[in-house]
């Protein structure tokens, strides 16, 4: 799959003390599909995940390269077995 303009992907937080935490993020723009970079905002827990507020701007950010949750990157949501 690639990811395309308001699609929802999965982000890990890299810093700080919600480094590893998965957080929901919406694609605002696709860099290079070969490279799969991409502009995110990103659903944090505002002040308990070190924020602000709760939307955070990401950019050029990469795709996992195992798929997986990886700090500082990107990668598709699980499905769920119903």
Same mark, same amino acid.
């Given at each position: ?6 699609? $929802? +992907?999965?982000?890990?937080?890299? #810093?700080?003390?919600? @480094?590893? /935490?998965?957080?929901?993020? $919406? +694609?605002?723009?696709?860099?290079? #599909?070969?490279?799969? @970079?991409? /502009? ?43």
């Amino acid at each position: 799959m690639n990811p395309t303009i308001g699609r $929802i +992907v999965h982000y890990t937080l890299p #810093d700080g003390h919600s @480094a590893g /935490q998965i957080r929901p993020a $919406i +694609v605002v723009r696709v860099w290079d #599909d070969s490279y799969r @970079a991409i /502009q995110l905002q990103v659903f944090v827990d505002g002040t308990n995940d070190g924020f602000d507020n709760g939307v955070v701007w990401k950019t050029s950010v990469m795709q996992s390269d195992s798929g997986e949750p990886e700090n500082g990157r990107w990668h598709w949501p699980k499905r769920e077995n119903a």
